[in-house]
C-alpha cells in the first residue's frame, strides 16, 4: 500500500493527493500534525531528513519533495496522463507548474510565513506580502492563458486538466484562505471552479481530511 505523509492544509502536500487520485492508485493517508511539530520527531526524520511535507512510501522506497514524487507518479502509473506527448507542450506545461511550485508557494509557506512574521514583529499571517507573490505569480499565468486559444477554458493546457491544475487548485485554496482579491483573475477561476467538480480534486480538498479540523 502506498503511504503519503502529510498535513491537510500543506499546498504541497494537496498537489500530490490530487495528484494520486488523478492516477486512480490507491493510498493510505499519513497525518503530520504541524501544529504539534510531528514532521520534527526521530520518527518522521528516519524517514524525511528534511522534515517537510509530503513524504510518499512506494515501491519500497521513500520519495520526499512533491514536484519529485509527482514526476515519478507520472512515470509509475503513465495513465491517464498528468504531461501532452510532445517535448515543446510538456515543456510549457512544467514552466507553468513551476510558476506556482518555485514562484509563489515557496515564499508563502508556512516556514517563510512565519519568519516573515518574526522579522516583522506581526501577530497574524503578513496578508500584504501573500497577495503580492500571488499576484506575481498569478498575473504571468493569467497572461500565458489568455494568449492560448487552443486550450479547453476549464484547463490549463490542452483539454484535459495535469500537471498544471495539481499545482495551481492548492495554490487558489491558499489564495482564497488568506483573502487574495482573485477577482484580477478570470480565467484561474473559471479553471479552479472546473475542478473543483471532478473527484480527483474533491477527495484532496483540505477541508475533508481526515486530520482537517472537525474530521
Not at 515543446?88 to 516556514?111: E, Q, W, Y
Request: glycine share 6%; with cysteine; net charge negative.
Amino acid at each position: 500500500m502506498i503511504k503519503l505523509w502529510n498535513y491537510f492544509r500543506s499546498g504541497t502536500s494537496h498537489r500530490v493527493r490530487i495528484a494520486l487520485n488523478f492516477k486512480g492508485v490507491e493510498w493510505q493517508y499519513q497525518p503530520l500534525n504541524f501544529l504539534t511539530q510531528q514532521h520534527k520527531e526521530k520518527a518522521y526524520l528516519d524517514l524525511n531528513p528534511q522534515g517537510l511535507a509530503p513524504a510518499i512510501e512506494i515501491d519500497g522506497a521513500v520519495l520526499f519533495q512533491s514536484p519529485a514524487i509527482i514526476e515519478y507518479l507520472e512515470e509509475r502509473f503513465p495513465e491517464p496522463p498528468l504531461l501532452p506527448g510532445d517535448a515543446i507542450s510538456r515543456a510549457k506545461v512544467r514552466a507553468m507548474a513551476m510558476l506556482i511550485g518555485c514562484d509563489i508557494h515557496p515564499l508563502n509557506n508556512l516556514r517563510v510565513l512565519n519568519e516573515v512574521k518574526a522579522l516583522t514583529g506581526q501577530d497574524a499571517p503578513p496578508l500584504d506580502w501573500i497577495a503580492h507573490w500571488v499576484a506575481e505569480g498569478f498575473s504571468a499565468l493569467e497572461t500565458l492563458l489568455s494568449r492560448d486559444d487552443s486550450r479547453h477554458p476549464d484547463v490549463c493546457f490542452g483539454t484535459t486538466p495535469g500537471l498544471v491544475e495539481c499545482y495551481l487548485i492548492p495554490q487558489v485554496y491558499a489564495a482564497n484562505r488568506f483573502k487574495v482579491d482573485m477577482t484580477p483573475y478570470p480565467l484561474i477561476r473559471q479553471i479552479d471552479q472546473a475542478c473543483s467538480k471532478l473527484a480527483a480534486f474533491q477527495k484532496a480538498h483540505p477541508d475533508i481530511q481526515p486530520d482537517a479540523p472537525g474530521k
